[in-house]
């Protein structure tokens, strides 16, 4: 599939054309791994929600399926069929969701099943017809089963000011029970300068390793939206969850409503909704420039999730290095600011592995920057900062349009004077997600003017010379079967 938009991605799952935000339904079921997402079939606004589905035997080769779920007029969902999650049981896909109506404001939970898989028949009735007390938000149930049985949590917000995650349970997946808050949080401040937010959506939870888990949530606030996602790692204590560690999910402007799947080979996948950059007042809203291209948001690589000793661990899923052809770049230089060196030509979709250094003194940091014009004015820059060893990701110049977005992220790294740091970066038109060693992430929208030519350079900060070791594989695309868009 190709798109006469270069800023349109290649191993970024999406349609090709219109609206796109949360993952979805994430299933293992009948030989396929199922990846529905919140679609919009009509235009490139966030409005009408539907379900998209793709499918795949090997996350490589996907097929764009006709649309899962659409809104009913006049029923519990006239207004959208919103966020959720699946269950594979007894020969059937069974898809949770939030049932969207304008003229409520909490979404009711109600469910469809599926025997082929792809044609999906709505239940008679809702499941959870209205909130608990006390609630002033309610959506995006996660259903899954444990040893005693079936249980939901719902995203939520309190009416005294805390977030939660309230769990459900059920002996049938047709009745369910109140249990109460899973964990429940007022606002708590994130490494990125964020916070927790006052409501939580898509919230979902996975038991990494026995005794212990991650529960994800998506922060929300009533007068800004969507604002950034979090994760708990702690204890499942069966009617509440005990945290010992608040991480940013992603420490970078651009990931929001991670979604959680456990393949059959016992890995834990993530896939999350990456949002645009553009012009758009913020996220969710218009842009003229989005309107003109006719296409909003993607679904980030899948990440395998792990614990280890420095908390949760994210790195692309290895079919993503099954993606990997020639390599284009091999290098090993010491670099100075005022001498960089060009490191070789790469195509708009690579990825690089990179070992970035401080000098012994601490004077100076070794970094790579993406240059993507001629006379060298548009660039992306990833590299250590020379005085607090952090990894920064810089778009403030990585387009000459000036409608795009700017600004600076970090992972907090702290590299010591001597020391190194190694990390992984892929760049997908208009997207790069950065993972270093130690499981950290940081995802961030960027958009070139130039299209050809693109080039990496050393970018050496501060006094001195530092040393960066750097390979770069460019990337096949993702093998898409869209059908005439089946949409």
Excluded at 182 to 208: K, N
Excluded at 313 to 341: K, M, W
Aim: charged share 25%; with cysteine; aromatic share 8%.
């Amino acid at each position: 599939m190709s798109s006469p938009d270069p800023h349109f991605p290649a191993i970024h799952l999406r349609p090709p054309r219109h609206w796109v935000n949360d993952p979805n339904g994430l299933t293992h079921h009948d030989g396929h791994f199922h990846v529905f997402f919140q679609f919009n079939p009509e235009s490139a606004r966030h409005e009408n929600m539907h379900w998209g589905h793709w499918r795949s035997r090997d996350l490589r080769a996907w097929e764009l399926l006709p649309v899962a779920l659409s809104p009913e007029p006049g029923g519990d969902d006239a207004d959208g069929v919103w966020s959720g999650n699946a269950v594979s049981v007894d020969g059937r896909l069974v898809a949770f969701y939030s049932a969207r109506r304008d003229d409520r404001w909490w979404q009711p939970v109600t469910s469809a099943s599926s025997n082929d898989g792809v044609h999906f028949e709505k239940s008679e009735r809702l499941l959870v017809s209205k909130p608990p007390p006390g609630t002033v938000m309610f959506r995006d149930p996660y259903v899954w089963r444990d040893t005693c049985g079936w249980r939901m949590l719902v995203g939520a917000a309190l009416d005294d000011g805390r977030a939660a995650a309230l769990q459900y349970t059920s002996p049938d997946l047709v009745s369910w029970d109140y249990v109460g808050p899973f964990l429940s949080r007022r606002p708590e401040p994130l490494p990125t300068g964020d916070d927790t937010a006052q409501g939580w959506e898509c919230v979902q939870y996975a038991e990494l390793v026995p005794g212990r888990g991650v529960l994800v949530v998506s922060g929300w606030n009533p007068a800004t939206g969507a604002a950034s996602a979090a994760a708990y790692v702690g204890e499942d204590r069966g009617a509440e969850f005990h945290p010992a560690e608040l991480l940013a999910f992603d420490h970078g402007p651009d990931v929001y409503a991670p979604a959680l799947l456990q393949a059959p080979d016992g890995r834990w996948l993530a896939w999350s909704w990456v949002w645009e950059a553009r012009d758009e007042a913020r996220v969710g809203a218009p842009g003229t420039w989005i309107d003109e291209v006719g296409w909003a948001g993607m679904l980030s690589l899948p990440r395998e999730l792990s614990l280890t000793d420095h908390g949760l661990h994210q790195a692309p899923a290895r079919e993503v290095g099954e993606l990997r052809g020639r390599l284009l770049v091999r290098a090993t230089t010491l670099a100075t600011s005022d001498e960089p060196s060009d490191l070789g030509t790469v195509g708009t979709v690579f990825d690089a592995v990179a070992v970035l250094s401080r000098s012994g003194d601490g004077l100076a940091a070794s970094g790579m920057r993406l240059v993507t014009s001629d006379d060298g004015r548009e660039r992306l820059d990833i590299g250590l900062d020379p005085t607090t060893g952090d990894v920064v990701v810089d778009r403030s110049r990585a387009s000459l349009d000036p409608r795009a977005k700017r600004g600076s992220w970090r992972l907090p790294t702290a590299v010591a004077p001597g020391g190194t740091v190694e990390l992984r970066a892929v760049v997908d038109g208009s997207v790069v997600e950065v993972f270093t060693e130690t499981g950290m992430a940081l995802t961030a929208r960027f958009y070139p003017c130039g299209r050809d030519g693109w080039r990496l350079r050393t970018n050496t900060a501060g006094e001195g010379a530092a040393r960066l070791v750097l390979d770069v594989w460019e990337l096949a695309p993702l093998d898409l079967d869209t059908g005439a868009d089946r949409s």
